[in-house]
């Protein structure tokens, strides 16, 4: 029982239209049961259910855990959306779900989807978030053109993975434990020739994530998976 209160300030706090709903009418909870609030900042508060209500569910604060789960690294993620919609949402809940803190929809060369419905996947993740129990929100950007996200992104920890050299080193190899990374995942037709060089030119350094060619949705949880394991 998990409710996510990104506004919530004090020693009590009341939930929103959609939390309350979900908290009375699906849940069915009572007065004088705890809960569990995350505000998406790395705040998780125990509380306890002070009045019940459908649309504004009152809830006292009993203790307050700040920082939960902070990971010692950073990880952001640009990445092209797939053409069917639902296999890119599968990777932003997995993704959330393991620990990610930036991702970046990415408008390449080869992309066959040029926009998303951010609002639908910034719901994906808070759903994602509280069924992990996750106290940080990743942010979610809008769709950025790769040229001009290469061009905001420091050299140091920034890597590309594609499929257009033989012999690139693993991220394994590459990627250096407690740092922050970001890393670039290709649309279905991979990475252009091009847009690597640009990469490179940017401070990106080429990476594989195996020996199998993955699917882009694939692709990008193992990237957060490595770095999440080889922190561990």
Request: glycine share 8%; proline share 3%; aromatic share 6%.
């Amino acid at each position: 029982m998990i409710f996510y209160t990104p506004d919530i300030n004090g020693l009590r706090h009341t939930l929103n239209e959609e939390e309350s709903a979900h908290a009375v009418r699906v849940l069915r909870l009572k007065a004088g049961e705890e809960v569990t609030l995350v505000d998406g900042r790395g705040g998780l508060y125990r509380a306890q259910i002070d009045e019940i209500h459908h649309k504004h569910c009152e809830v006292e604060i009993l203790e307050h855990q700040a920082n939960y789960g902070k990971r010692p690294y950073r990880l952001h993620i640009g990445i092209a959306p797939t053409k069917n919609i639902d296999r890119f949402e599968w990777f932003i809940e997995k993704a959330t779900e393991i620990g990610i803190d930036e991702i970046t929809p990415l408008l390449c060369e080869h992309s066959e989807r040029k926009q998303v419905n951010t609002e639908r996947l910034q719901r994906i993740m808070i759903a994602a978030m509280k069924q992990s129990k996750k106290a940080y929100l990743p942010k979610l950007n809008g769709m950025t053109v790769l040229g001009k996200w290469l061009e905001t992104q420091g050299a140091a920890g920034c890597y590309i993975a594609h499929c257009n050299e033989d012999n690139l080193q693993s991220l394994k190899t590459a990627y250096q434990l407690g740092h922050d990374a970001t890393i670039a995942i290709g649309p279905e037709g991979d990475f252009s020739i091009l847009e690597v060089k640009l990469a490179s030119d940017c401070g990106f350094i080429g990476v594989s994530l195996g020996t199998s060619r993955l699917r882009t949705e694939t692709a990008g949880v193992v990237a957060c998976h490595s770095v999440y394991l080889m922190n561990e």
